[in-house]
């Protein structure tokens, strides 16, 4: 693990510390935990622009599903 050194405005330090307060954690593992979401998030952008880059490079077409149209169950 390495240690870094971060620039933070004084109100976001001092949301920073109250939700450290209010979540038992430490700065480092809030800060962890947060550059954790941002980077799994990204990470599902990216997936997400694949698999639509995905569908405008081969559209769906209209014929691709009939084959199940016999096995749906319509609830009534």
């Known amino acids: 693990m390495k240690t870094i050194t971060i620039t933070l405005d004084d109100e976001v330090l001092q949301a920073?510390?109250?939700t450290t307060r209010t979540l038992k954690m430490?700065?480092?593992?809030?800060?962890?935990?947060?550059?954790?979401?941002?980077?799994q998030r990204q990470h599902t952008r990216e997936l997400?622009?694949?698999?639509r880059q995905g569908y405008l490079k081969k559209p769906v077409v209209e014929s691709e599903f009939s084959d199940w149209e016999d096995e749906q169950e319509w609830g009534d």
Do not use: C, N
Not at 26 to 39: D, F, P
């Open 48 to 51: 997400e622009e694949q698999h």
């Open 26 to 39: 430490t700065r480092s593992a809030l800060t962890q935990y947060a550059l954790q979401l941002v980077l």
């Open 16 to 18: 920073v510390d109250i």
